[in-house]
């Protein structure tokens, strides 16, 4: 936020960039869901703080990898069963409802905007999907660590300390129940590419766009980092909420430090209020 502006400032100059727009999309990130308790990658204590990221090609061809994600899976499922949608989320939900936000796209994927009541273009899949890579044939997480504790003797949840007592190249991993063939969790990996159908979508609501919100993302991800880009190319401003730095900063028309869960439901009372008004 710019030190020569207020917070009611800020508010209200975003609120004239919106209520000026003819379509406004939205891409979010792990800013947002960090307040719902879930931790962000990046950051000091984030995921990547205690876990490696997982490479896509590593998983598929080593059964090892496989395993100590699984097993990593059983300690953090917990944190995403329990997490709610917080005020971010539910004042996202309430201007798409209110016809405010022509398209959400996240690259979160808990799942929390859809349980706010969004429609969301999930960009980077949904946590709790599992896909056989062979066969397609569709389950769930709970279902697969539910099926790896039985195979294996062990809790179907383990904490930090129990996780690291058990040798992941001791571990058996379920497959599909069909053909039995991989089961991979419905979220892209490093080293994997977005679906080509999201992708393009994702790309086709960004050049419809004339202007673009950028919630809780450094945009450090490419196909994050692109949609921002694809609006500007079509003429699109773009306003930053990040308590970060991001890679678009530079080109953002309005650029703010703030909570999204404290910025958001003032941005939405002053839109909805004009709207009302009117």
């Known amino acids: 936020m ?5 917070l009611l400032d800020v508010v209200e100059r975003a609120a ?60 953090t499922f917990p944190t995403f069963l329990r997490a709610l ?17 022509a398209a959400l796209i996240t690259q979160n994927v808990d799942g929390l905007h859809g349980l706010a009541g969004s429609d969301a273009l999930e960009l980077h899949g949904n ?18 660590l539910q099926h790896m504790a039985e195979m294996n003797e062990i809790p179907a949840y383990l904490s930090e300390q129990q996780r690291e007592q058990i ?7 379920p497959g599909c129940e069909l053909c039995d063939g991989i089961l991979k969790p419905g979220v ?26 950028v919630v809780g993302s450094s945009l450090a991800v490419y196909s ?5 880009l694809r609006a500007a190319q079509a003429g699109a401003k773009t306003i930053i909420l990040s308590l970060g730095p991001t890679r678009f ?23 909805l209020l004009a709207l009302h008004l009117v």
């Not at 404290?262 to 839109?271: E, G, K, T």
Request: aromatic share 8%; with cysteine.
């Open 188 to 213: 892209v990996f490093f080293g994997e590419n977005v679906p080509v159908a999201d992708a393009q979508q994702s790309l086709d609501l960004a050049a419809t766009a004339d202007l673009c919100v």
């Open 224 to 228: 994050g980092y692109r949609i921002p």
């Open 16 to 75: 004239e960039l919106w209520r000026k727009a003819r379509s406004v999309v939205m891409l979010t990130g792990a800013g947002v869901s960090t307040e719902s308790g879930i931790p962000d990658f990046r950051s000091p204590g984030g995921l990547w703080s205690t876990y490696k990221p997982i490479y896509y090609l590593d998983f598929m061809r080593k059964a090892e990898v496989r395993a100590a994600f699984w097993l990593r899976s059983q300690v």
């Open 167 to 173: 040798d992941p190249t001791s571990v058996r991993v």
């Open 85 to 101: 949608p917080n005020a971010a989320h539910r004042t996202i939900a309430g201007l798409q409802q209110a016809g405010k936000l």
């Open 127 to 144: 946590y709790l999907a599992v896909v056989c890579t062979a066969c397609g044939s569709p389950t769930d997480r709970p279902t697969v």
């Open 249 to 271: 900063d530079d080109r953002a028309a309005l650029l703010i430090r703030a909570r999204a869960g404290n910025l958001l439901p003032m941005l939405a009372a002053r839109l």
């Open 2 to 6: 710019d030190d020569d502006y207020t």
